[in-house]
Nanobody
């Protein structure tokens, strides 16, 4: 089982940028597809972005397409989420998640096998 730890959240003004990082340890990180999810107060956890094991395929939620970029560095066991042009509606706790099927990007949280503890992103207007 892979263990995940997110970092990089914080408070930013609308229009600003943040880069989230997810450090993985444990079983072979490169065998997992990875995803970023977020959960705002009173809302369900929602898919944000996903990336296959080698980074060759990515997928984004419509609400973040063109503003967020997911990437990974298997040599460093890291996954990143670069966020630009942030909006107040991006405010949420952001979670990194691992999917044991390396070629699968799923939008369903139930499909993921491991989760980090989350990092808070707050975008002020």
């Amino acid at each position: 089982q892979v263990q995940l730890v997110e970092s990089g959240g914080g408070l930013v003004q609308a229009g600003g940028s943040l880069r989230l990082s997810c450090a993985a340890s444990g079983r072979a990180f490169s065998t997992y597809a990875m995803g970023w999810f977020r959960q705002a107060p009173g809302k369900e956890r929602e898919f944000v972005a996903g990336i296959t094991w080698g980074g060759g395929t990515t997928y984004y939620a419509e609400s973040v397409k063109g503003r967020f970029t997911i990437s990974r560095d298997n040599a460093k066991n890291m996954v990143y989420l670069q966020m630009v042009s942030l909006k107040p509606e991006d405010t949420a706790v952001y979670y990194c998640a691992a999917h044991r099927c390396p070629y699968t990007i799923s939008r369903a949280a139930l499909d993921y096998d491991a989760w980090g503890q989350g990092t808070q992103v707050t975008v002020s207007s």
